[in-house]
């Protein structure tokens, strides 16, 4: 039985921005980044308000059809709870369009602020998961949302279980020498326009190429980082939307030049550096600026946070 939450209750989240792929585990790998969205949303009596700072400001819709009030609308649904009126408010910090992960920090951070609802209405809040497996449906693959939900680290995988897919997550320790530096563009990119940039059929050579990398990629991040060069190679993904994002496939080769195990972020056009320096080398960090990158080093990102009433800080 559904019940109808009265007027006046308060929930927040914070939730992480993440990276996808690292290079050669295409739709399965991921890393919470500590660029965070914070999300209140409080039940009133009727209607919808949707407030939005930061990222997105001004450009994405204030109805229902933000992807953030859809999440907070399947999370109650989830939690057997509903409510007459929502007001939404937004405090953005992760960018959009650059490949790290703002679609799945609003669905993760949506979910995970109507947990906080639900648990003053005595409804028991989505598991972690559940919010894997909820967030992953919006999505359809895991490595971003359970990122965002898991924080830090994380391999995902999907199951077909009885013609439904099926999503989970294991998190994976990541060296404490690794040092995390994220370069982001101006420029916007769709993922939906990179990704049919990608071939229906890949060699059986480049295939094995790149499962021997994601192997290897484990290794590196939690026990080797001085295999991190070699474990990022990819041929799956990376070379094919170079020629989308000119910029910055430019730039990955630069850091790689100078020895920085680097990545386009997700589907980019962000690009993201791993490294067992505290610093970037000075060379990469002016080539960066003169094509246009924000870098800068950036903390691993812990998972989401939600709370009934009284907001929490990443």
Known sequence: MTRTLPPGLTATAVVAASSANLGPGFDSMGLAVSLYDEIVVETTESGLVVEVRGEGEGQVPLDRTHLVVRAIERGLRETSVSAAGLIVRCSNAIPHSRGLGSSAAAVVGGLAA??????????????????????????????????????????????????????????????????????IPAVRSSTAETRILLPDQVSHVDARFNVSRAALLVVALTERPDLLMAATEDLLHQPQRAPAMQASAEYLAVLRRCGVAAVLSGAGPAVLALSTRTELPGEALEFGRQLGFSVARTPVGRGVKWSSGVAVRP
Request: overall charge negative; cysteine-free; hydrophobic content about 50%.
């Open 114 to 183: 109507a947990n906080g609802l639900a648990a003053q209405a005595g409804s028991v809040p989505m598991s972690t998961e559940a919010l894997v497996q909820v967030s992953s449906e919006f999505e359809g693959h895991p490595d971003n949302a359970s990122a965002a939900v898991l924080g830090g680290a994380v391999v995902s995988w999907t199951e077909n279980i009885a013609g439904a897919a099926r999503y989970a997550a294991a998190p994976i320790r990541l060296h404490p020498d690794i040092t995390l530096f994220t370069a």
